[in-house]
């Protein structure tokens, strides 16, 4: 069964950094443009990050200038750094093909913002 596995979520400091990662074990990663999602607490889930097959790159508002998204086509994997968190980024963050689903959701990784 195809998965993705996210990982390197955790407690931070208001301020502080965190780089996430997941791996897909599906097939055809390569021709996949990949999103990175998240859901707060009381809220739809939400696509904050985008990078295309070719590398190009879109971020919601919200993350605009905090958040990077990279993809390592080698390792069939997806990351996103993130810096200057703030509480309002305390969410289960998801990866998946983007803008249509195409996967099966994983478990998703806990980032937690707080002091």
């Known amino acids: 069964q195809v998965q993705l596995v996210e990982s390197g979520g955790g407690l931070v400091q208001p301020g502080g950094s965190l780089r996430l990662s997941c791996v897909d074990s599906?097939?055809?990663?390569?021709?996949?443009?990949m999103g990175w999602y998240r859901q707060a607490p009381g809220k739809e889930r939400e696509l904050i990050a985008g990078i295309t097959s070719g590398g190009s790159t879109n971020y919601a508002d919200s993350v605009k200038g905090r958040f990077t998204i990279s993809r390592d086509n080698t390792k069939n994997s997806v990351h996103l750094q993130m810096i200057s968190l703030k509480p309002g980024d305390t969410a289960i963050y998801y990866c998946?093909?983007?803008?249509?689903?195409?996967?099966?959701w994983g478990q998703g990784t806990q980032v937690t913002v707080s002091s």
């Open positions: 998946n093909t983007y803008p249509r689903i195409f996967r099966v």
């Open positions: 599906g097939r055809n990663f390569v021709m996949n443009d």
